[in-house]
C-alpha cells in the first residue's frame, strides 16, 4: 500500500478547483506537492507499471482532511447509520430544492467534509424482484466520473454496508476502481503526469477491523482485473502474441506463479494442429506470430482442488477466408479476452495465495489473419486427440484454437487431484444475442452438471455483481457437429454466423468436447473428467469502452473467497 507525501498549498487548492469554483473559495485542506507519480512511496516491492494497481488507503474517519472530497453511495440519503449522521442535512437541504437528487449524480459544498464537497450517487431501489449488488458498483462508477469532472485527486469512498447486500462497500469499491482504469497505452506513452487518475482512493469503513482485509481483497481483486484489461483491451499491436507473452512474464516475475512460453511453430504444428492451422497465415510476420502460454500456481497445503483453465486469446479476428465483411471486423482485438481472463486469474491467485488450491492455465494467443496461406474451409485437420475436423468456417476459430490445449489438459487431468477443466472465450455473437451483453453463460458436460459446478459458479458471480447464466448442453449439440461424409468425424462449424445457428452458443461446447476426447470421460465412463464451457462474449465488456475483467471476480469468489459471505 502506497503512503503520500502531503502539504498545506492554499494557492494549489484553488487552481485545482474549477474556475467556477475557486474564483470565490479559498479551501484550506492537504493537497499534495507534486503529481501523484512524483510524490508516492511504496514500503513494498517497487511494481512495474504494467501491474501497477490504483493506489487505496482506508479510514474510519469520514472528516479526515488528506482526502479531498467525500463520495456517498446508498440507496436512500434518509437512512444513513449514526456514523454518517453529518451528512443527512445537507442533503436534506438539497432535496427541499431539486428533487432530482434521487436520480443523478449531484456534487454539493458541505463545510467540514474534506473539500467542503459531496458527491452524490444513489443506487436507487435495492429490494425489487431484479435488483441485484450491481446497483452499488453502478452507482460508484458514476459517483468516481463526477468527482474526476470536479478535480478531485484524493476522493474518500462511503459506502454504509446494507443489511441485505453484505458486500456493498467492496462491490462499490470494484466499481470505482474500474472507473479509475487507465489504459496501459495511455501509460505507456506517458500522456498523463501520472499512471493513475487520482492520487489515491479512500474506502471508508465504520470499523477499524474491517479496513485492511477490505483494501487487501480490493486491491488483489483490481489487481487482475487490471491486467485482464491490459491484454484485453490493448490494440492488436501492443497485445499481439509475442507482446502479450512478454507481459506476462513480467506480470509474474518473482510471484508463485510459473509462466512458459512456447513460440516454436514445428512445436506448435506438432503439439496443437488445429491451432497452429490458424496461425499459418500469420506465422509469415514475426510480430503476430503465436504463443502459447502455460501457467501454473500450487498454493500452500496438501491440495485439494486442481482448476485447469484454457482461454481463446485470438489477438485480431479478422474471420479468415471467411472475412468479416461489412464493417463486423471492428472491436475484434477484443477476441482474446478469455485468455486475458485466465492470466488475470492468475494475477489474483499470486496477491491471495490460497492454500490447498492447484491452478494450470493454458492461454492461445493467435491471430486470425488472412492472405495466401490461411487455412479454408473444406480443410481436414486432424486434432491432438486424433479425431479429423472438417473446418467448415474460419471465422470459428476460437474453437479451434483451444480444443488441443483442451486435449491436453484432459491427458493430465487424470494424473491431478479433483481435476476442474475449463475453456474460456469470447465465442460466440449467439451468447449476447441469447442473453444480452452484460452475462457470462456456464455450461456442463454430464460429470460438472451432476457435481452441480454452473450452479455453484452463478450463486458466487451474485456476491461480488458478476454475474452468470447457465445454459444445457443437448444432444442435438452433438449431432450438429458429426460428421457428415466418411472423411471426416466432425464438422467444426456452419457457415452462417452463431447468432443465426440454432443453439449457436451451446454447440461449440460439444465440438470441444467431441474434438478434444472428452466425449471418453462422461458420466458413463470409468475415469469421468468435470468440464465447463464459459462464453464471456456477452460479460467481457464493450466496444468502445473498457473491458469488464468477467468472470474473473467470480471465480475468485467460488474458489478461495468464501468468507465474503459474512464481510
Not at 482485509?213 to 491486467?227: I, K, M, P, Q
Not at 465447463?532 to 475483467?549: K, M, N
Request: glycine share 8%; proline share 6%.
Amino acid at each position: 500500500m502506497q503512503r503520500m507525501v502531503w502539504s498545506c498549498d492554499r494557492t494549489t487548492a484553488a487552481t485545482l478547483l474549477p474556475p467556477s469554483v475557486s474564483q470565490f473559495i479559498i479551501i484550506p485542506f492537504l493537497f499534495p506537492v507534486s503529481t501523484c507519480q512524483s510524490t508516492t512511496t511504496t514500503n513494498e516491492e517497487t511494481e512495474t507499471m504494467c501491474t501497477s494497481v490504483q493506489p487505496i488507503e482506508w479510514t474510519t474517519d469520514l472528516k479526515d482532511q488528506k482526502f479531498d472530497g467525500v463520495i456517498l453511495v446508498t440507496p436512500n440519503h434518509d437512512d444513513l447509520p449514526s456514523k454518517l449522521e453529518c451528512l443527512k442535512a445537507p442533503l436534506q437541504d438539497y432535496n427541499s430544492v431539486d428533487s432530482g437528487l434521487g436520480e443523478e449524480v449531484v456534487v454539493l459544498k458541505v463545510p467540514g467534509l474534506p473539500g467542503n464537497r459531496l458527491v452524490f450517487s444513489t443506487t436507487g431501489p435495492v429490494n425489487r424482484d431484479y435488483d441485484d449488488v450491481r446497483r452499488f458498483s453502478d452507482a460508484a462508477v458514476n459517483a468516481v466520473k463526477r468527482a474526476l469532472k470536479a478535480g478531485m485527486q484524493r476522493p474518500l469512498l462511503v459506502c454504509p454496508q446494507h443489511k441485505d447486500y453484505k458486500n456493498s462497500t467492496l462491490v462499490a469499491a470494484l466499481g470505482a476502481l474500474h472507473a479509475l482504469y487507465m489504459p496501459l497505452e495511455v501509460r505507456e506513452v506517458n500522456i498523463k503526469s501520472s499512471n493513475y487518475k487520482v492520487c489515491v482512493l479512500g474506502l471508508w469503513v465504520a470499523h477499524e477491523s474491517q479496513g485492511q482485509r477490505l483494501v487487501d481483497l480490493a486491491s488483489a481483486l483490481e489487481s487482475g482485473r487490471l491486467a485482464c484489461r491490459d491484454i484485453g483491451g490493448s490494440d492488436p499491436e501492443r497485445m499481439a502474441a509475442p507482446r502479450v507473452a512478454e507481459y506476462v512474464v513480467e506480470l509474474f516475475k518473482n510471484s508463485p506463479v510459473q509462466a512458459e512460453v512456447i513460440s516454436d511453430v514445428k512445436l506448435l504444428e506438432k503439439e496443437y494442429p488445429c491451432l497452429a492451422a490458424v496461425n499459418r497465415c500469420a506465422n509469415s510476420v514475426p510480430r503476430h506470430q503465436a504463443r502459447v502460454i502455460k501457467l501454473q500456481y500450487c498454493g500452500e497445503g496438501p491440495i485439494q482442488k486442481t482448476l485447469m483453465l484454457v482461454g481463446k486469446g485470438i489477438t485480431y479476428d479478422t474471420g479468415g477466408a471467411d472475412i468479416k465483411a461489412g464493417g463486423f471486423m471492428a472491436g475484434m482485438h477484443r477476441d482474446k479476452c478469455g485468455a486475458a481472463a485466465v492470466a488475470g486469474f492468475f494475477q489474483i491467485l499470486a496477491k491471495l495465495k490460497p492454500k490447498n488450491l492447484k491452478v494450470v492455465g493454458s492461454m492461445a494467443m493467435v491471430r486470425n489473419s488472412v492472405g495466401s496461406d490461411c487455412y479454408v474451409a473444406d480443410e481436414l485437420v486432424v486434432s491432438r486427440a486424433g479425431r479429423r475436423v472438417r473446418v467448415g468456417n474460419t471465422d470459428a476459430e476460437g474453437r479451434m484454437v483451444m480444443v488441443d490445449l483442451l486435449c491436453e489438459m484432459k491427458e493430465k487431468a487424470v494424473q491431478e487431484t479433483c481435476p476442474q477443466l475449463f475453456t474460456i472465450a469470447t465465442l460466440t455473437g449467439h451468447a449476447i444475442r441469447a442473453m444480452g451483453p452484460n452475462y457470462s453463460i456456464i455450461m456442463d458436460n454430464g460429470p460438472a452438471h451432476r457435481a452441480g459446478n454452473a450452479a455453484r459458479w452463478q450463486k458466487a458471480g451474485e456476491v461480488l455483481g458478476d454475474l452468470f447464466e447457465v445454459s444445457s448442453i443437448r444432444r442435438e449439440d452433438y449431432e450438429f457437429h458429426k460428421g457428415k461424409s466418411e472423411y471426416e468425424d466432425i464438422l467444426q462449424c456452419n457457415n452462417l454466423p452463431s447468432s443465426a445457428t440454432p443453439r449457436g452458443h451451446q454447440t461449440p461446447a460439444a465440438f470441444l468436447i467431441m474434438a478434444s476426447g472428452l466425449h471418453k470421460h462422461g458420466v458413463d465412463s470409468e475415469a469421468p473428467l468435470p468440464y465447463s464451457h464459459i462464453d464471456i462474449a456477452g460479460s467481457s465488456g464493450p466496444f468502445p469502452g473498457v473491458p469488464t475483467g468477467a468472470p474473473i471476480v467470480a471465480m475468485a469468489t467460488n474458489y478461495f473467497l468464501s468468507e465474503l459471505s459474512a464481510l
